[in-house]
């Protein structure tokens, strides 16, 4: 296997310090998470101690300030351990770099240190009943009332929703304007008007919470505007590179753990007087997982040294995102298969695994979306609409 060059010792003393965290304070309580829905509060507390949360957010707001790096390695090992019900990685690596880059000294202040202690659990609300991956399709409508905004719309889909105590939302300020008519406001867990609806029940990542959200006349003061009015579009597709990214970067850690797992039931599992890892089709078929995680990881690796440079651009990060994504769900799959029945018990890592990878190739933008941005990154034109 390739020799992975990104992490130096201090990144390997942290990832034992991860996973030391996953098994004490996440393993023993994830079963009862995905029966009620999502995680206890106290989870987000631990996790704030142990310097899990934001890690990459500068020391004067909060953080740890470490490099993005640590960032990866805690996305890794949750995916690795099947724990994706702690929804951490929006936390910390959406929703705080939005504030930190786009947010006022008063706002970081506000917010940051309380983010990474795990007290103020963050969300953001972009997708719609009637628009998901199309982002100038957003309804939800925020009008200007003196030193107000007046919000009213809905949300769904909206992870980390339902325990959320601060939420990004995506909202028209300028009906006319399309993409430039975007804003991105902070509300508030209490805010008048603001309700949460039902926590939906899902086919995977069943110990995450994802609700709907509804806003009501919801007046937000124009200090709880990110940016500039009109500016929401524009740092929604600054980040996108890195959020998308992120998905790549889960997708090649929890198809690598289901290999892994997968070889170690295939030499143990017997079947007509042999181990599963003795017949042709059981070698053949690991050795195809093992070499496309290998590719996947390779073309990742790459893409996060782009992206520390400032080099990953929007097509790029899509094609990590639609690959790694799709060879993770094609890879698991696989892995159930040799499994067996056992394969589709949920006791069992591979299941949950492939349960959780399903949404992979539709949440960030659908493999559908991704190649059509990177069609047109290749000089394609983009498709003729109908009259």
Known sequence: MIERTLFAPEHAQFRDTVRRFLADHVAPHHARWEEQGYVDRDVWLEAGKAGLLCTSIPEQY???????????????????AVANG???????????????HYGTEAQKQRYLPRMTRGELIGAIAMTEPAAGSDLQGIRTSATREGDHYVLNGSKTFITNG?????????????PGAGAKGISLFLVERGMPGFEKGQRLKKVGLKAQDTAELFFNQV???????????????IFLMQQLPWERLQIAISAVAAARAALESTVAYAGERRAFGTTLAGF??????????????????VFVDRCIELLEHGKL???TASMAKLWCSEMQFRTIDACVQLHGGYGYMWEYPVTRAWADARVQRIYGGTSEIMKELIARSIGLPAPSRGR
Not at 86 to 100: M, N, T, W
Request: hydrophobic share 45%.
């Open 219 to 233: 007046r937000v003061s124009t200090d709880n505007l990110l940016g500039q009015a009109g500016e929401g579009f």
């Open 62 to 80: 909060g953080g740890v300030g470490a490099d993005r790096l640590a960032s990866i390695v805690v996305m890794e090992e949750f995916a690795a």
């Open 280 to 297: 042709q089709n059981t070698r053949y078929t690991l050795a195809d997982i093992a070499t496309e995680v290998e590719v996947g990881q």
């Open 313 to 315: 651009d929007s097509a």
């Open 86 to 100: 702690p929804g951490f990685g929006l936390h910390s690596e959406i929703v705080a770099p939005y504030l930190l």
């Open 162 to 174: 339902w325990l959320s105590d601060l939420v990004i939302v995506v909202a028209r300020t300028d």
